[in-house]
């Protein structure tokens, strides 16, 4: 696991990095090798500079191309007592929120968060804006694996690129290019959090 907030070796704050968020419980800290290290691996893999932080010691400096808001685990409940939303103001580069990350987003931008418990493998079908969104652009279906306690309603200010039935499992800003993403990328599905670093890239 990287330190929180540390820097990869050769890289300094002059660097356009990718900002990973830690989401979990900072008292079990086991969930940030399970939950925030394969994202990270993920990103290094791509030759990105990045630096993972904890939620609450969130400062987005001008290196920042874009934010990954990562999961956590079924139980744990510590990001339910936090805010994400204030911590990005004035932010309006690119973001990837993933389960929590994207609960979290959602639900602090007037969408309505609701009892719904999902493990395990689920198929996920890409919507019509889906298929002409970068994010998912050339997916039509594909299999999703989903940890989660509660799912999200999206308010206007976003809109469904790719569903489970009537959940919403992959949500797009109107506004900003923000991205809410219900499954794991990083379990089968790599090729998101890749296609999103190239997308800050170019943003």
Same mark, same amino acid.
């Given at each position: 696991m990287v330190p929180e907030g540390m820097l990869s070796p050769?890289?300094?704050w002059t660097d356009r990095m990718i900002l990973i968020v830690d989401l979990t419980n900072p008292d079990i800290r086991i969930l940030s090798d399970q939950f925030v290290s394969p994202v990270y691996r993920i990103v290094h893999q791509c030759d990105q500079e990045?630096?993972?932080v904890r939620l609450e010691q969130i400062c987005i400096s001008q290196s920042c191309i874009g934010i990954i808001i990562c999961g956590t685990a079924l139980a744990d409940s510590w990001y339910m007592q936090q805010q994400l939303i204030p911590?990005?103001?004035?932010?309006?580069?690119?973001?990837? @929120?993933?389960?929590?990350?994207?609960?979290?987003? !959602?639900?602090?931008? @007037?969408?309505? !968060?609701?009892?719904?418990?999902?493990? @395990?493998?689920?198929? &996920?079908? &890409?919507?019509?804006?889906?298929?002409?969104?970068?994010?998912m652009k050339g997916k039509e279906e594909f299999s999703?694996?989903?940890?989660?306690?509660?799912?999200?309603?999206?308010?206007?200010e976003w809109v469904p690129l790719a569903t489970s039935g009537p959940t919403v499992q992959v949500a797009g800003h109107c506004t900003?290019?923000?991205?809410? &993403?219900?499954?794991?990328p990083e379990v089968r599905n790599e090729w998101m959090i890749k296609r999103f670093i190239a997308f800050a890239r170019g943003f």
């Open positions: 050769g890289q300094n990045t630096v993972a911590l990005l103001e004035g932010w309006k580069g690119p973001v990837l @929120g993933i389960s929590t990350g994207m609960q979290m987003l !959602l639900s602090e931008t @007037g969408g309505e !968060l609701q009892n719904y418990t999902g493990i @395990g493998m689920t198929s &996920v079908h &890409v919507t019509d804006i889906g298929k002409k969104d970068p994010l999703g694996y989903v940890l989660h306690r509660y799912v999200t309603t999206p308010s206007p900003y290019p923000w991205y809410g &993403v219900l499954f794991y």
